[in-house]
Antibody, heavy 118, light 107 residues
Framework: QVQLEQSGTEVKKPGASVKVSCKAS????????IIWVRQAPGQGLEWLGW????????NYAQKFRGRVSMTTDTSTSSAYMELKSLTSDDTGIYYC???????????WGQGTLVTVSS | DIQMTQSPSPLSASVGDRVTITCQAS??????LTWYQQKPGKAPELLIY???ILDAGVPSRFRGSGSGTDFTFTISDLQPEDIATYFC?????????FGGGTKVELK
Protein backbone atom coordinates (compact mmCIF):
# COMPACT_ATOMS: atom_id res chain seq x y z
CA GLN A 1 0.00 0.00 0.00
CA VAL A 2 1.00 3.65 -0.34
CA GLN A 3 3.48 4.73 2.33
CA LEU A 4 5.29 8.02 2.85
CA GLU A 5 8.28 8.03 5.19
CA GLN A 6 9.50 11.45 6.27
CA SER A 7 12.85 12.51 7.68
CA GLY A 8 13.40 13.14 11.37
CA THR A 9 13.08 16.05 13.75
CA GLU A 10 14.99 19.22 12.91
CA VAL A 11 16.12 22.03 15.20
CA LYS A 12 17.22 25.20 13.44
CA LYS A 13 18.27 28.70 14.35
CA PRO A 14 16.45 31.75 13.01
CA GLY A 15 17.66 32.63 9.52
CA ALA A 16 18.67 29.07 8.69
CA SER A 17 17.12 26.72 6.13
CA VAL A 18 15.57 23.31 6.56
CA LYS A 19 15.11 20.53 4.02
CA VAL A 20 12.55 17.80 4.77
CA SER A 21 12.45 14.58 2.77
CA CYS A 22 9.54 12.28 1.99
CA LYS A 23 10.25 8.81 0.59
CA ALA A 24 7.35 7.13 -1.19
CA SER A 25 6.72 3.42 -1.59
CA UNK A 26 3.94 1.06 -2.62
CA UNK A 27 3.02 2.83 -5.87
CA UNK A 28 4.50 4.31 -9.04
CA UNK A 29 5.99 7.60 -7.81
CA UNK A 30 4.95 9.67 -10.84
CA UNK A 31 1.28 8.66 -10.53
CA UNK A 32 0.35 11.10 -7.78
CA UNK A 33 1.21 14.67 -6.96
CA ILE A 34 2.93 15.53 -3.69
CA ILE A 35 1.67 18.31 -1.46
CA TRP A 36 3.21 19.79 1.66
CA VAL A 37 1.14 20.99 4.62
CA ARG A 38 2.27 22.35 7.97
CA GLN A 39 0.69 22.62 11.39
CA ALA A 40 1.92 25.09 14.00
CA PRO A 41 1.69 23.92 17.64
CA GLY A 42 -1.96 23.62 18.65
CA GLN A 43 -3.07 25.20 15.38
CA GLY A 44 -4.78 24.23 12.13
CA LEU A 45 -3.43 23.02 8.81
CA GLU A 46 -1.73 25.26 6.24
CA TRP A 47 -0.95 24.31 2.65
CA LEU A 48 2.57 25.16 1.45
CA GLY A 49 2.43 23.90 -2.10
CA TRP A 50 2.31 21.10 -4.64
CA UNK A 51 4.72 19.38 -6.98
CA UNK A 52 4.18 16.93 -9.82
CA UNK A 53 6.79 14.15 -9.72
CA UNK A 54 5.81 13.44 -13.35
CA UNK A 55 7.09 16.72 -14.82
CA UNK A 56 8.41 18.77 -11.89
CA UNK A 57 5.68 21.42 -12.13
CA UNK A 58 5.09 23.29 -8.90
CA ASN A 59 2.52 25.57 -7.34
CA TYR A 60 3.43 27.36 -4.12
CA ALA A 61 1.21 29.19 -1.67
CA GLN A 62 1.60 32.94 -2.15
CA LYS A 63 2.70 33.32 1.47
CA PHE A 64 5.78 31.12 0.92
CA ARG A 65 6.83 32.09 -2.63
CA GLY A 66 10.48 33.02 -2.72
CA ARG A 67 11.18 31.12 0.49
CA VAL A 68 10.06 27.56 -0.33
CA SER A 69 11.35 25.12 -2.89
CA MET A 70 9.90 21.69 -3.67
CA THR A 71 11.73 19.06 -5.66
CA THR A 72 11.51 15.36 -6.42
CA ASP A 73 13.98 12.61 -7.27
CA THR A 74 12.28 9.90 -9.32
CA SER A 75 15.30 7.60 -9.04
CA THR A 76 14.69 7.28 -5.29
CA SER A 77 10.94 8.03 -5.23
CA SER A 78 11.60 10.92 -2.90
CA ALA A 79 10.21 14.41 -2.54
CA TYR A 80 11.89 17.32 -0.78
CA MET A 81 10.68 20.58 0.72
CA GLU A 82 13.20 23.29 1.57
CA LEU A 83 12.19 26.37 3.54
CA LYS A 84 14.64 29.25 3.89
CA SER A 85 15.03 32.26 6.20
CA LEU A 86 13.34 30.47 9.07
CA THR A 87 11.69 32.35 11.93
CA SER A 88 10.03 31.08 15.10
CA ASP A 89 6.69 31.27 13.23
CA ASP A 90 7.91 28.37 11.08
CA THR A 91 7.98 26.03 14.07
CA GLY A 92 5.58 23.16 13.53
CA ILE A 93 4.97 19.76 12.03
CA TYR A 94 5.49 19.49 8.29
CA TYR A 95 3.57 16.79 6.40
CA CYS A 96 3.92 15.46 2.88
CA UNK A 97 0.94 13.80 1.25
CA UNK A 98 -0.01 12.29 -2.08
CA UNK A 99 -2.82 13.78 -4.12
CA UNK A 100 -4.78 12.88 -7.23
CA UNK A 101 -4.91 15.11 -10.28
CA UNK A 102 -8.05 16.64 -8.74
CA UNK A 103 -5.88 17.64 -5.73
CA UNK A 104 -7.81 15.28 -3.48
CA UNK A 105 -5.31 14.26 -0.81
CA UNK A 106 -5.04 10.49 -0.49
CA UNK A 107 -2.23 9.49 1.89
CA TRP A 108 -0.17 11.34 4.49
CA GLY A 109 3.36 10.97 5.82
CA GLN A 110 3.90 10.75 9.54
CA GLY A 111 5.07 14.35 9.83
CA THR A 112 8.40 16.02 10.61
CA LEU A 113 8.77 18.34 13.58
CA VAL A 114 10.74 21.49 12.78
CA THR A 115 11.67 23.70 15.71
CA VAL A 116 13.14 27.15 15.10
CA SER A 117 14.78 28.60 18.17
CA SER A 118 17.80 30.66 19.05
CA ASP B 1 -8.20 32.13 -1.93
CA ILE B 2 -11.25 30.18 -0.77
CA GLN B 3 -11.89 30.66 2.96
CA MET B 4 -13.32 27.72 4.92
CA THR B 5 -15.29 28.64 8.04
CA GLN B 6 -15.84 25.72 10.39
CA SER B 7 -17.96 25.62 13.54
CA PRO B 8 -18.32 25.01 16.40
CA SER B 9 -15.06 24.76 18.24
CA PRO B 10 -14.75 23.20 20.64
CA LEU B 11 -17.68 20.84 20.91
CA SER B 12 -18.59 18.95 24.09
CA ALA B 13 -20.70 15.82 23.81
CA SER B 14 -21.48 12.54 25.55
CA VAL B 15 -20.97 9.00 24.31
CA GLY B 16 -23.97 8.06 22.18
CA ASP B 17 -24.74 11.66 21.18
CA ARG B 18 -25.27 12.87 17.66
CA VAL B 19 -22.59 15.42 16.79
CA THR B 20 -22.82 17.93 13.93
CA ILE B 21 -20.08 20.15 12.52
CA THR B 22 -20.58 22.67 9.75
CA CYS B 23 -18.18 24.07 7.19
CA GLN B 24 -18.90 27.02 4.92
CA ALA B 25 -16.86 27.91 1.85
CA SER B 26 -16.45 31.53 0.75
CA UNK B 27 -17.37 30.54 -2.81
CA UNK B 28 -18.93 27.62 -4.65
CA UNK B 29 -16.69 24.54 -4.44
CA UNK B 30 -19.25 22.07 -5.84
CA UNK B 31 -18.63 18.86 -3.84
CA UNK B 32 -14.83 19.16 -3.63
CA LEU B 33 -14.67 18.81 0.13
CA THR B 34 -13.02 16.36 2.49
CA TRP B 35 -13.36 15.74 6.21
CA TYR B 36 -10.40 14.56 8.28
CA GLN B 37 -10.00 13.21 11.78
CA GLN B 38 -6.80 14.05 13.64
CA LYS B 39 -5.72 12.62 16.97
CA PRO B 40 -2.88 14.13 19.04
CA GLY B 41 0.54 13.41 17.60
CA LYS B 42 -0.89 11.81 14.47
CA ALA B 43 -1.33 12.86 10.85
CA PRO B 44 -4.87 13.62 9.69
CA GLU B 45 -6.88 10.63 8.50
CA LEU B 46 -9.31 10.90 5.62
CA LEU B 47 -12.90 10.11 6.57
CA ILE B 48 -15.02 11.57 3.76
CA TYR B 49 -14.26 12.89 0.27
CA UNK B 50 -16.39 14.43 -2.46
CA UNK B 51 -18.43 15.86 0.45
CA UNK B 52 -20.33 12.64 1.16
CA ILE B 53 -18.35 9.52 0.20
CA LEU B 54 -16.93 7.50 3.08
CA ASP B 55 -13.34 6.40 2.64
CA ALA B 56 -12.73 2.64 2.81
CA GLY B 57 -13.03 1.25 6.32
CA VAL B 58 -14.64 4.34 7.86
CA PRO B 59 -17.54 3.42 10.16
CA SER B 60 -21.01 4.21 8.88
CA ARG B 61 -21.76 6.42 11.91
CA PHE B 62 -19.79 9.13 10.08
CA ARG B 63 -21.71 11.06 7.43
CA GLY B 64 -21.06 14.06 5.22
CA SER B 65 -23.48 16.11 3.18
CA GLY B 66 -23.79 19.38 1.28
CA SER B 67 -22.61 21.01 -1.91
CA GLY B 68 -21.79 24.47 -3.18
CA THR B 69 -20.87 26.50 -0.11
CA ASP B 70 -22.51 24.74 2.85
CA PHE B 71 -21.44 21.38 4.23
CA THR B 72 -22.26 19.26 7.25
CA PHE B 73 -20.39 16.46 9.01
CA THR B 74 -22.25 14.21 11.44
CA ILE B 75 -21.28 11.48 13.88
CA SER B 76 -24.53 9.69 14.62
CA ASP B 77 -23.50 7.76 17.75
CA LEU B 78 -20.40 9.26 19.33
CA GLN B 79 -17.90 6.66 20.54
CA PRO B 80 -14.93 7.22 22.90
CA GLU B 81 -12.52 6.58 20.03
CA ASP B 82 -14.08 9.48 18.10
CA ILE B 83 -12.58 12.04 20.49
CA ALA B 84 -10.35 14.00 18.14
CA THR B 85 -10.13 17.19 16.10
CA TYR B 86 -12.00 17.28 12.80
CA PHE B 87 -11.06 19.45 9.81
CA CYS B 88 -12.79 20.23 6.54
CA UNK B 89 -10.71 21.01 3.45
CA UNK B 90 -11.58 22.18 -0.06
CA UNK B 91 -9.79 20.92 -3.15
CA UNK B 92 -11.81 22.76 -5.76
CA UNK B 93 -8.89 25.06 -6.51
CA UNK B 94 -5.39 25.96 -5.38
CA UNK B 95 -4.40 27.05 -2.83
CA UNK B 96 -5.89 24.15 -0.88
CA UNK B 97 -7.48 25.56 2.26
CA PHE B 98 -8.65 24.06 5.52
CA GLY B 99 -11.25 24.89 8.12
CA GLY B 100 -9.97 25.91 11.52
CA GLY B 101 -10.84 22.55 13.08
CA THR B 102 -13.40 21.33 15.63
CA LYS B 103 -12.09 19.68 18.77
CA VAL B 104 -14.65 17.14 19.97
CA GLU B 105 -14.43 16.63 23.73
CA LEU B 106 -16.31 14.39 26.14
CA LYS B 107 -18.80 16.19 28.34
Amino acid sequence: QVQLEQSGTEVKKPGASVKVSCKASGYSFTTFGIIWVRQAPGQGLEWLGWISPYNGNTNYAQKFRGRVSMTTDTSTSSAYMELKSLTSDDTGIYYCATCYSSFLISNWGQGTLVTVSS
Amino acid sequence: DIQMTQSPSPLSASVGDRVTITCQASQDISNSLTWYQQKPGKAPELLIYDASILDAGVPSRFRGSGSGTDFTFTISDLQPEDIATYFCQQYDSLPLTFGGGTKVELK
